[in-house]
């Protein structure tokens, strides 16, 4: 298949950008990230071992409103994966394989927390590369970290709970901060 005049054949990629003559591993791992959690940064510092470069990419979803703005998820990002130096961030619209396009990216990291994560990341996993050959790979969470969503966070945050077991300090001082402003106005 050629895509953007990059030949791609399932298994290949001869489009890897190259540092000198060895080929450069990128991938992306997407999410909402509303707030980033430790079950996040485990996968971004497990795909940071394991690759050369991995570049956050948090979607700006319009149709959407979170917690926090998309700025607001970047420099949480960037505070709570600072002891990555392969590791970067970034925004995106529309298609997350368009991006890949874009950024020279043939991988997507996704992390598994149970079976039912399974059923609907194999479903996008497989328009992703029926769109673009763009491959998915996907890491089991850490047990430690099995139960955490944003969501979860979020929730507990809202009502006072405590969090700090569950996000970086920076990400736990917004929190706060957000609930607090929201009590205030």
């Known amino acids: 298949m050629i895509l953007d005049g990059l030949t791609r ?28 959690t430790h079950g996040h940064v485990d996968i971004i510092g497990r795909a940071a071992r394991q690759n050369d470069e991995v570049v956050v990419a948090v979607l700006n979803n319009v149709n959407k409103r979170g917690l926090f703005s998309v700025d607001e998820k970047l420099a949480m ?76 966070v979020r929730e507990v945050a809202q009502h006072g709970g405590d969090v700090s077991t569950l996000v970086t300090p920076y990400v736990e001082q917004r929190l706060r901060a957000k609930y607090e402003e929201a009590k205030e106005g």
């Open 9 to 36: 054949t399932p298994g290949t990629f001869t489009g890897i950008r190259k540092r000198g003559a060895i080929p450069v591993r990128r991938v992306v791992c997407p999410g909402s990230f509303d707030p980033v």
């Open 77 to 152: 990002l960037t505070d709570s994966t600072k002891e990555f130096p392969n590791v970067s961030v970034a925004k995106f619209d529309g298609l997350l394989v368009d991006f890949c396009r874009q950024n020279d990216v043939d991988t997507i990291v996704r992390s598994l927390r149970s079976v039912s994560d399974f059923d609907y990341e194999l479903q996008i996993a497989q328009m992703n590369y029926q769109l673009s050959g763009v491959e998915t790979v996907f890491m089991t969470a850490n047990p430690q970290y099995s139960f955490l969503s944003s969501s979860l």
